[in-house]
């Protein structure tokens, strides 16, 4: 019996006496801390993987195509929305550089911070609801709304975006925590704090104006005024209705000019943005609608729930007088309203206008869990009787749902931010297309012309070759063309003569394009549209295209790769990436030169025949920059011509080489023009068409520099073997019989 009384010194307990010790000393921080780095760590995983989106490129041109005095200008002019996050990155990419990474860091931080500063408004409202300050189940309480908000996707979307978002969210869950904590202590210091977050979020972004204007309709509710001063209150209402007004005005701005700009906004009248604002709050993009066979309404109902329940609560307990429950219910819906207003205005809805109601979405969705919990410590004899629990189990469970469905919506295949697949634009990807496939003598085309920023980001990090500079068409969208009553048939007429000036002299042509952004300033054909053109067409031509039977996607400008084959060009292939694709397309002569004689010529000629059937003519190399480089590319022009009529589609391999004899260093298998129709099928070549098919062989990075010997074979398509190779005549050096010598490359250093 005395043993069973003594202490319990065993070395579990012992090694736990100083956690026990601290979180009993010291249980709001420790919950902060892990709230905090939870929240970072989430925001730091796979944080560089996604490539820079349209934005985030136009983030980097701003902070680092623009010096200090600049930026610090921009803090005091109305043009700039968010004029103290560029100032602030810019600073931070002076010293930690300005990968993908580094860009997105800061809103990181700023991400974890906003959990951090939800965790101590959640304290506040505890406190002001009947929790002791200190008290350990004050610390656990208030962990709901943080907790959220740490694992919500939307958070975590703005949290790894080169964007000012992030930073807005944090500037949101400071002023909420600043107006709690004002309402109830009422000292001045914490006035002086409230004051000074409104005015940094006005920094930080133009549009805080609505969380602000929501904190003064909130202090117009909730605060006691005497009635002596009762003058206080109108003047904070009327200050509340002009900076309303100013969102509004603010709003309806930037929608304006970010839609101008490419930005993807979703047309949307007031009730469907706030349906919308809520979709995006819960689910983020919405993608996960359909996925196990579940609409997205079902992902979405436990959030919907806790968000009809929690604004039942929060009204009744306004209603009745509480401070907390006035500040939290106005710091979420008058956001949303000011929003829905200004939608009235200008109908496209852009779910980052929203992000300063979240965290009190956050709360709003936390508050059943506190208000059962309220409740359920005054029947502590009752407590392991069922009843008594009903009241926290049902919001508990639509909590743990929520918590699950934000998981689901993370790890979605294909769609999920931790996936591992793409889901943001694929610049990174689309430019390293552009530079595996460019030669010197390319047109280059980008599209649309805001893209730049990206080009100049991605083109020197993606290859050591210097690429061809890239044209741009920027009067598709610009000038007169705006102001005529069919602006779609005036960007055609100006837009042929920029592109008939700049097509003159290449023998190619590639363009890397945003489709979605593209049609911003370069609107695809309608299905009608599309149709009048192919009935319009040779009936020869028809006999081989199959009429239209969905709309055009690509616009004036991407119709002329589209449908390259009608437009006595060549197709020659092209990739697909999330957001961004490369299109190819090759200039026969006759297109060059409208019907003259000049055909394009090898650098180097060499008669050969492979096969008895497909001819040689000679070839061009011309590396970028004018020189090869270990990790660059080896651009090279063959030149074909049908001696006898093919019987079959043939491969082309190029291969080099030190010894020849073992497996080449570095090659390239491909049928010409990629195997698109009709000139990258050799079954169609007529005897003397002459063909000309650019390559680009990668060369390693640890390729040594030293001179190589470059070898040219023909496979029939899909039988790579080396008996399946063809035989070769020619005056030149050939190996083995199958393996024509086309000359020597030097690589350098």
């Not at 990155?89 to 990181?108: H, I, N, Q, T, Y």
Request: glycine letters at 8%; charged letters at 15%; a positive charge.
């Amino acid at each position: 019996m005395y043993a069973m009384n003594q202490p319990d010194h065993t070395p579990a307990r012992l090694a736990l006496a100083p956690v026990l010790r601290l979180w009993r000393q010291h249980s709001q921080a420790v919950v902060g801390v892990l709230l905090f780095a939870l929240a970072l760590a989430l925001r730091l995983y796979r944080l560089g993987a996604q490539s820079l989106w349209l934005d985030e490129g136009g983030t980097w041109a701003e902070v680092t195509g623009k010096g200090w005095a600049a930026l610090l200008a921009d803090l005091f002019s109305p043009n700039a929305a968010y004029p103290l996050y560029h100032l602030l990155l810019k600073g931070w990419v002076a010293l930690a550089g300005d990968s993908e990474w580094a860009l997105r860091f800061p809103s990181a931080l700023a991400g974890a911070a906003a959990v951090a500063a939800s965790y101590l408004a959640a304290l506040e409202l505890g406190a002001m609801q009947g929790r002791p300050r200190g008290s350990r189940l004050l610390a656990l309480g208030a962990t709901p709304a943080p907790l959220l908000l740490a694992t919500a996707p939307f958070a975590l979307w703005q949290a790894q975006d080169a964007k000012v978002y992030s930073l807005l969210l944090l500037c949101a869950a400071l002023l909420g925590w600043a107006l709690l904590r004002a309402l109830r202590s009422a000292a001045a210091r914490d006035w002086l704090v409230l004051l000074v977050v409104a005015l940094a979020s006005i920094f930080v972004h133009r549009l805080a104006l609505l969380a602000i204007c929501a904190a003064m309709l909130a202090l117009v509710l909730a605060w006691p005024f005497p009635r002596d001063r009762l003058g206080g209150r109108w003047m904070l209402l009327a200050g509340a209705l002009l900076g309303a007004a100013a969102a509004v005005f603010g709003t309806v701005r930037a929608v304006g000019v970010e839609s101008r700009g490419g930005s993807g906004h979703i047309p949307a009248g007031p009730l469907a943005g706030l349906w919308l604002s809520f979709a995006h709050f819960a689910l983020d993009r919405g993608d996960i609608g359909g996925w196990l066979g579940l609409p997205l309404l079902a992902w979405a109902l436990p959030a919907l729930a806790l968000t009809l329940v929690g604004l039942v609560l929060l009204a009744r307990d306004a209603w009745r007088g509480d401070r907390a429950a006035i500040a939290i219910t106005c710091l979420f819906a008058a956001p949303l309203l000011l929003f829905a207003a200004a939608l009235s205005l200008v109908r496209l809805f852009e779910s980052r206008y929203v992000t300063v109601a979240f965290p009190a979405w956050a709360m709003l969705l936390a508050y059943p869990l506190g208000y059962a919990a309220r409740r359920a410590p005054g029947r502590a004899a009752a407590v392991a009787a069922l009843r008594p629990r009903l009241p926290l189990l049902l919001p508990g469970s639509a909590y743990a749902a929520v918590l699950l469905v934000n998981a689901a919506v993370l790890l979605q295949p294909e769609h999920g931010l931790f996936s591992g697949a793409p889901v943001k634009e694929q610049w990174r990807d689309g430019i390293a297309a552009i530079a595996a496939r460019a030669h010197p003598d390319d047109l280059l085309i980008l599209h649309p012309y805001y893209v730049e920023p990206l080009w100049r980001y991605y083109a020197p990090r993606v290859t050591p070759d210097p690429l061809p500079q890239p044209v741009r068409f920027n009067v598709l969208g610009q000038g007169d063309c705006m102001r005529q009553r069919v602006p779609v048939e005036c960007y055609r007429r100006e837009y042929e003569k920029d592109f008939d000036a700049a097509a003159r002299g290449h023998t190619r042509m590639l363009m890397l394009i945003a489709p979605e952004h593209a049609r911003t300033i370069d609107p695809p054909k309608t299905l009608a549209e599309l149709r009048a053109a192919w009935e319009q067409l040779p009936a020869e031509q028809r006999q081989r295209v199959d009429p239209p039977s969905r709309p055009d996607k690509y616009g004036v400008l991407g119709l002329r790769f589209q449908y390259a084959s009608n437009q006595r060009t060549w197709p020659c292939g092209g990739d697909v990436f999330v957001g961004v694709e490369v299109m190819c397309a090759s200039f026969p002569s006759r297109y060059q030169q409208k019907g003259a004689a000049a055909i394009p010529q090898p650098a180097v000629p060499l008669d050969a025949v492979f096969g008895g059937e497909i001819g040689l003519r000679g070839y061009s190399i011309t590396p970028l920059g004018g020189r090869l480089r270990p990790g660059g590319r080896l651009p090279i022009t063959l030149f074909w011509a049908a001696a006898t009529p093919p019987t079959r589609d043939y491969t082309m391999f190029l291969h080099l080489c030190r010894d020849c004899d073992a497996p080449p260093l570095a090659q390239d298998d491909r049928r010409p023009l990629d195997g698109y129709y009709p000139a990258g099928q050799t079954s169609t070549w007529h005897v003397g068409d002459p063909l000309h098919d650019e390559r680009s062989i990668a060369l390693p990075a640890a390729l040594p520099p030293g001179r190589y010997t470059l070898l040219l074979g023909v496979y029939p398509a899909g039988n790579p073997a080396e008996e399946a190779r063809l035989p070769v005549r020619s005056a030149g050096q050939v190996i083995g019989g199958t393996r024509l010598v086309l000359g020597q490359v030097d690589v350098g250093e």
